[in-house]
């Protein structure tokens, strides 16, 4: 039972990559957020690069397959390429005002996460620059790791023919 275990584990775990963080060095106002304008991929691209690279040489037929991909944006660092901030411009995130005490339905706990990711003081809650800028940093995070998830969906599409399976009912 052993070696049929262990033997089961090479296969399912034979490809699994550990990527640790982003050791970025950009920062606005001294927080990790801003465009990430260097030479290498970014771990999230690098992940779906490689994910939807092993799905195009994979074949349905050989075996199957069980694809656990795992993404850690939009979780801060919010670190993500300018044409993502771009989608974002400051002037459209409109905030009418800020409560003075806003941040108090929010969990001591989450407050605390963030504070460690991203530096801020309870006073820049209320300041509408540096919220808009926390807000454009967070929406371009999302809408990047979209389009890491949107490049392994796409490959799988192909590989397991799923829109012409759609189109054929």
């Not at 037929?61 to 411009?89: I, T």
Request: hydrophobic share 40%; no cysteine.
């Amino acid at each position: 039972h052993t070696g049929a275990t262990q033997a089961a584990n090479e296969v399912m775990f034979d490809d699994y990559q550990y990527m640790g963080n982003d050791a970025l060095d950009v920062t606005t106002d001294g927080r990790p957020i801003g465009p990430y304008t260097g030479p290498d991929q970014l771990r999230d691209e690098v992940r779906a690069d490689h994910v939807a690279s092993f799905l195009a040489e994979y074949r349905p037929e050989d075996r199957p397959l069980m694809l656990s991909v795992g993404f850690a944006k939009p979780h801060v660092d919010w670190v993500v390429p300018q044409e993502y901030f771009d989608l974002y411009p400051l002037d459209d995130i409109v905030l009418d005002g800020i409560a003075p005490n806003d941040t108090d339905d929010i969990a001591a706990y989450i407050l605390d996460t963030l504070g460690e990711h991203v530096p801020w003081t309870p006073e820049d809650a209320t300041d509408i620059p540096t919220v808009k800028l926390l807000i454009q940093a967070y929406l371009a995070s999302i809408s990047f790791v979209d389009a890491q998830i949107g490049k392994v969906l796409d490959e799988h599409l192909k590989v397991f023919h799923i829109e012409t399976a759609l189109n054929n009912r």
